[in-house]
């Protein structure tokens, strides 16, 4: 009997926690027994996930640069693949903003359903911890990411998966010193780090094996820890635009796989779909970035020399969905309190959401933090930031699942432009768990 591929075991998983997790909902102390006996497998496949992130990225980037023999190419790489992220975001911006004006979704809000909106989170803990994250953010100046980016203790940044771009940093400093010092003296270096990565990816091989049942138990779990069904319905039409928008990208994703690497989109979508499935299970980035690498060098073909800079940085500064929904997200708030803005306010939202999204964590609720910050950009008053934040905090846990799809997918997308436009686009090259389980037997 032919084995199930692995992204309908995953899509198989979520389908049955979505409707175990909506069956405990229904049932006396069905929350609580989710909470203590199934949630653990969804935390620990999280953690697992996480654990290689930070050695994968050391390894891959490492060996990719080392790979290169020409710093040149690096830059190439380099160069096109920030401009590409930049110009991704920019649209996926101005998407947002073209729906979210069009629809007007806030001017269907009532009175009785902000002021019951803002009553039930105005002064959660999780709307007024972002506000303050924003607040620390902001207080660093323009320019503070470049200064977070330069670590001060290599291994610091390595103990901590919040620091990723540290991490890059340090690996792209790394690779390049290995090249300068010529091949001979770094090979020593160069063949850990090779054997590094190749360990790293199997043990991301032997982990994706629990994906079903780990996506079973994080669904159901979202689905007992959802709020009030009434407050769901109410936005729904604010959440319904976001998710159009959102769609809206994967055909654009589509649109240029098909036109620039002239590949099957359908192909594409095939190949990246356990990433984005995980992605949406997660909601970040950074946790399914092991995954992602794995899916766009051995199941699309892109030479690890792109993929092991294109995606790490991808992960930490493009955050395409993230920003279609802050641009969406803040004009709804706008609306729905009746406050006015002008073409100014809009391009504003543009420049401080792009920005923004450089600077941001690839992990769950950071998209709240940016849009506090493109708020503040545009003059909306400090008092009403809590209540603005209440308004849409009922559907950020499943909008983020969303919008994490689509940061993941314009990875996988600008990863196969930068390798088709420097010639590293080639064939898959698919490893399993157990290819070499006959020698260790």
């Known amino acids: ?7 309908w075991q995953i899509l198989i998983g979520m389908l049955l ?43 891959s980037l490492i060996k990719g640069i080392s790979d290169l023999k020409d710093i040149s190419k690096f830059r190439n790489i380099g160069i096109r693949t920030i401009a ?24 269907g809000i009532s009175d009785a359903t902000i002021s ?29 990411f470049l200064v977070d980016m330069v670590p001060d203790n290599a291994f610091k940044a390595m103990s901590n998966n919040g620091l990723m771009l540290q991490v890059i940093f340090f690996s792209i400093a790394l690779g390049i010193s290995m090249l300068l010092i010529g091949e001979k003296k770094a090979k020593p270096l160069k063949d850990f780090f090779d054997s590094l ?35 769901l319905l109410a936005l729904l039409k604010y959440a319904a635009v976001v998710v159009f928008g959102l769609m809206l990208m994967i055909v654009f ?13 359908f192909w594409f ?18 946790a399914t970035l092991p995954v992602t690498m794995e899916r766009v060098e051995e199941h699309i073909g892109v030479d690890k020399e792109v993929s092991s800079f294109v995606l790490p940085v991808g992960a930490t500064i493009n955050m395409d969905g993230t920003s ?7 004009v709804f708030i706008a609306q729905a309190l009746a406050f006015d803005l002008s073409f100014a306010d809009q391009l504003t939202i543009v420049l401080t959401a792009l920005l923004a999204s450089i600077g941001s964590a690839a992990v769950p609720g950071a998209g709240m933090v940016m849009l506090v910050i493109v708020l503040e950009a545009i003059g909306f008053p400090g008092d009403k930031l809590a209540i603005g934040l209440a308004l849409i905090f009922a559907v950020d846990r499943p909008l983020d699942m969303c919008r994490t799809v689509v940061n993941i997918t314009g990875d996988a997308t600008v990863s196969m432009m930068v390798a088709k436009s420097v010639g590293k686009l080639g064939k898959p090259k698919v490893k399993n768990w157990d290819d070499h389980l006959d020698e260790v037997k």
């Open 1 to 7: 009997m032919r084995k199930l591929e692995l992204h």
């Open 17 to 59: 926690g979505l409707v175990f997790g909506y069956i405990m909902t229904l049932v006396g102390g069905g929350k609580e027994f989710v909470l203590d006996w199934v949630k653990w497998l969804g935390t620990i496949f999280i953690k697992l996930l996480k654990l290689i992130a930070i050695p994968l990225i050391l390894a």
């Open 84 to 107: 590409i992220y930049i110009s991704t975001t920019v649209v996926a911006i101005t998407i947002g903003l073209l729906l979210v004006n069009v629809i007007q979704p806030g001017d």
């Open 116 to 144: 019951k909106l803002t009553n039930t989170y105005a002064n959660d803990s999780g709307v007024t911890s972002k506000i303050a994250e924003a607040s620390k953010q902001k207080s660093g100046g323009p320019l503070q």
């Open 197 to 231: 990565n190749d360990v790293v990816l199997k043990m991301v091989d032997l982990i994706m094996l629990i994906a079903p049942f780990a996506v079973f138990s994080l669904l159901a779990n979202v689905v007992v820890s959802s709020g009030d069904p009434d407050l």
């Open 253 to 265: 994703y589509s649109m240029v796989v098909a036109v620039f690497t002239k590949k099957n989109p």
């Open 269 to 286: 979508l095939k190949q990246i779909s356990p990433a984005q499935l995980l992605a949406f299970s997660t909601s970040s980035s950074a």
């Open 324 to 330: 279609l929904y802050q641009g969406v997200a803040a």
